[in-house]
């Protein structure tokens, strides 16, 4: 070969090798770039949620369970101030669940803010800790407010670092207790009695109990279980991995239910009114019935309780969203005292006055029959009467419960028929109710329905089952602080069937449904209770129990 060749291939060679080189080092260097970018945006992240982490502390004092969140909220648009807050909104819809933060973003009031540097502490904190970010909490505006304080709130906190941002986000709520499906301080009756979970019963959802649970046979647990311990010769079924998780007593103390409930009653009274002044105001309230005694002629009439009746079946009664009566000593045994319907523009509802006997009860001037007012409810009734849910429009028919409401009686809560939600009237009519059980099908239906209704029930003592319908439901979340919740009668009769709680139960101690022998139900219910899911995605009621200083985190998302 001649020598002209091999240099003409050697330069070939050397030429493709530098190429090669090139191309070797070029790609090098882009990959250390493109794995900086990726480091710093990781570090950026790890900011953002260590800011997050750091404004939770800062933001508990002002979880002020019923009375909402109650930070110094600024009334403007956020962006003029967190010059940020635009890019990150563009970020975050950009991510593959974008669609759901959209509408997320629509519930929010982006005209209201709280700036979390605001606060000396945090800004220090932050230094302390070389933390390079902010965060803000805008509320979200289709939760109920009180006073303007929102029960839910949307959390951003931004991380920097050097020419790079990421974000944390958080949704949190008040820590309202309905967050378990079930709830107890003791698992016994004060005469030591045990009360077990037993085979067909099934908790769709969060537990939770203060004491050790009993359990006989092969009860079904469908979701977290957090209690002080098991105990019995049963054999559960756990489906949450994890469980059950022992409580420590730190955890017992911190949601002690006697203490929760010592700071219930005044916290309702920010949101209720009496009879006289909730007629004459704007403003969104409630209705604080203190009924005692009336003059009626020459008699004294003692009031002894308040029956509220929810829209009834098809006929009488249906046109009503609630109707109040008073049950006394007289010889006409009660008095219908007022009717809530919508009013026909769908903006709040007419309160109707009944009449004489109605305006003695409540303390109202006027004279003659029926008066209609415009009045702004927020679904509130509180009475220092025992409060028995019953339908006097069409006996032994069900109720069904239009909109959001919570009734607290300072003493117990009767219950005598099926409470659904309007809702539900589908899967639920009326000419059939009491032969449906509900099937984890149904169940699911039910869960995944369109819904705007909800009910809290609260009594001081005890939640009673005085009438045993047969298949009982009950769509509400239940509170019983001091005793219990229970079945009148429940060791005596044939077997009901299946006691369906669609929403949560929290007791004092375990109050008994039914008797059992072995695997079989002798009186009373087998129980079914089904965790309304829509509650941790915020979805409730103006005056849920609830927890202060304590912060519900729904969601948690990062974005970078």
């Known amino acids: 070969m001649r020598k002209a060749y091999i240099l003409v291939y050697t330069l070939i060679i050397v030429a493709v090798a530098s190429i090669l080189s090139v191309a070797l080092f070029t790609n090098v260097a882009a990959y250390v770039r493109t794995n900086a970018v990726e480091l710093s945006r990781n570090e950026a992240y790890l900011v953002s949620q260590n800011i997050l982490q750091l404004s939770f502390p800062y933001l508990k004092p002002y979880m002020s369970g019923l009375r909402g969140i109650t930070l110094s909220w600024r009334n403007e648009n956020i962006a003029t101030n967190a010059t940020w807050w635009n890019s990150f909104k563009e970020f975050l819809f950009s991510q593959s669940d974008g669609g759901f933060w959209e509408g997320f973003f629509q519930r929010l009031n982006e005209n209201k803010y709280f700036d979390l540097s605001s606060i000396s502490e945090f800004n220090q904190d932050l230094r302390t800790f070389t933390l390079s970010g902010s965060s803000v909490v805008v509320p ?216 004489e006997k109605s305006r003695d009860w409540l303390g109202l001037q006027g004279s003659g029959g029926d008066e209609t007012r415009n009045v702004n409810f927020n679904g509130v009734l509180k009475s220092n009467l025992t ?89 509400m979340s239940i509170y019983a602080f001091e005793e219990r919740f229970f079945v009148e009668d429940y060791n005596s009769g044939s077997p009901k069937g299946q006691l369906t709680i669609f929403g949560s139960l929290m007791q004092n101690y375990r109050g008994p449904v039914g008797t059992f022998r072995g695997e079989s139900i002798v009186t009373g219910y087998y129980k079914n209770y089904i965790y309304d899911s829509k509650i941790l995605e915020g979805f409730g009621s103006i005056g849920t129990p609830a927890k202060r200083e304590e912060i519900l985190i729904l969601t948690l998302r990062g974005v970078y």
Request: hydrophobic share 35%; proline share 4%.
């Open 387 to 475: 409060i028995a849910l019953q339908n006097k429009s069409n006996n032994d028919k069900p109720m069904y419960v239009d909109g959001r409401y919570t009734l607290f009686s300072e003493q117990n809560v009767e219950i005598y028929d099926h409470v659904i939600y309007e809702d539900f009237r589908d899967i639920f009519p009326h000419q059939s109710i009491d032969n449906i059980v509900v099937t984890e099908q149904m169940a699911q239906r039910m869960k995944e329905a369109d819904r705007t209704d909800f009910l809290n029930i609260v009594a001081r003592k005890s939640v009673i089952v005085k009438e045993k319908e047969q298949n009982l439901k009950l769509t």
């Open 140 to 355: 979200v505006s289709a939760s109920y407010q009180v006073s303007g304080n929102p029960y839910s709130a949307l959390l951003v906190s931004r991380g920097v670092n050097g020419k790079i941002e990421a974000y944390s986000v958080a949704v949190i709520a008040i820590d309202f207790l309905n967050k378990y499906a079930y709830f107890t301080e003791r698992e016994k009756r004060p005469n030591g009695e045990t009360i077990y979970f037993i085979s067909r019963d099934v908790i769709d959802g969060p537990m939770r109990s203060n004491d050790y649970i009993n359990i006989s046979g092969s009860p079904r647990f469908k979701s977290s279980v957090e209690v002080k311990g098991v105990l019995g010769t049963g054999n559960p079924i756990y489906e949450d991995p994890f469980s059950p998780k022992i409580l420590t007593q730190q955890d017992i103390e911190e949601y002690n239910m006697n203490k929760i409930a010592t700071n219930y009653s005044a916290d309702l009274n920010a949101l209720v009114k009496s009879p006289q002044d909730f007629i004459n105001s704007s403003e969104e309230s409630g209705i604080n019935l203190k009924l005692t005694s009336i003059r009626r002629g020459n008699r004294t009439l003692t009031a002894e309780k308040l029956i509220v009746e929810f829209k009834s079946a098809e006929g009488a009664g249906n046109d009503h969203f609630m109707k109040v009566y008073v049950e006394h000593n007289g010889p006409d045994g009660k008095d219908l005292l007022f009717t809530m319907k919508p009013r026909p523009d769908g903006n709040g509802y007419h309160m109707i006055i009944h009449g």
